[in-house]
């Protein structure tokens, strides 16, 4: 079956625009994860979706960075005006449920540069 | 937020030998798991441990939860070069499903 799928795979901008980065996770999985990973480091939890409950927004940088997950399935992680420390691969990832042994299935990321 | 700490941060072995990841922290977790991440790619699960003392062997690969669970270690036998990628290990907290993960090994097994 498909996995967690990311897009773009890669995406270049310059400095104070606006991107967007899209999640589609595995079809049926109710939680999903945003973590931002730099070059050859762990990943830093961004953000978590579970069902319809409110998320986990506790791990945004600033109020600059946002997401929303529409229909319980694909997701958006949004970067307003980008800046050269945004720069790193942001990963997805989606479970079956909320609790903490059941598996995250990663995504291949999105890498982010910015200019 | 509890912090997971990962040595060594870098590891270049030769075939055949055997070396030890070390994942610590002094927090409690309620479970933890070992990833590999292969460049380009999202981390994959390898394996999860939820008591404290847990030993599991996967092939020649076998971890362990410290009796406290506050630590873990990964340990790999007769290292080979398919082996080669990053580690990371990543632990859960007592509430929520949230995942804190260390800073991972980058593992390099020469031929």
């Known amino acids: 079956g498909a996995g967690v799928s990311q897009s773009p795979s890669n995406k270049v901008t310059e400095k104070g625009k606006d991107v967007e980065l899209r999640c589609d996770p595995i079809?049926?999985?109710?939680?999903l994860y945003w973590y931002r990973q730099s070059l050859g480091q762990g990943l830093e939890f961004l953000i978590y979706?579970?069902?319809?409950?409110?998320?986990?927004k506790s791990g945004l940088p600033s109020d600059r960075f946002s997401a929303e997950r529409t229909g319980g399935s694909v997701s958006t992680l949004t970067i307003q005006r980008t800046q050269q420390e945004d720069s790193a691969v942001y990963l997805c990832?989606?479970?079956?449920?909320?609790?903490?042994?059941?598996?995250?299935?990663f995504g291949p990321g999105t890498r982010l540069t910015v200019l | 937020t509890q912090l997971l700490e990962q040595s060594p941060q870098f590891l270049s072995i030769q075939e055949g030998e055997n070396l030890t990841v070390y994942c610590n922290s002094s927090s409690v977790f309620s479970s933890l798991q070992w990833y590999r991440q292969e460049p380009g790619e999202g981390p994959v699960l390898l394996v999860t441990v939820v008591t404290g003392g847990e030993v599991k062997k996967l092939k020649r690969l076998t971890f362990q939860f410290g009796d406290a669970r506050k630590d873990s270690s990964l340990h790999i036998t007769a290292a080979q070069p398919g082996d080669t990628g990053l580690y990371l290990c990543a632990g859960a907290e007592t509430s929520g499903s949230r995942l804190t993960f260390g800073e991972g090994t980058q593992l390099t097994v020469n031929p």
């Open positions: 979706f579970q069902g319809n409950s409110a998320p986990d």
């Open positions: 079809s049926g999985h109710t939680a």
């Open positions: 990832a989606s479970s079956s449920g909320p609790i903490s042994t059941d598996t995250q299935y």
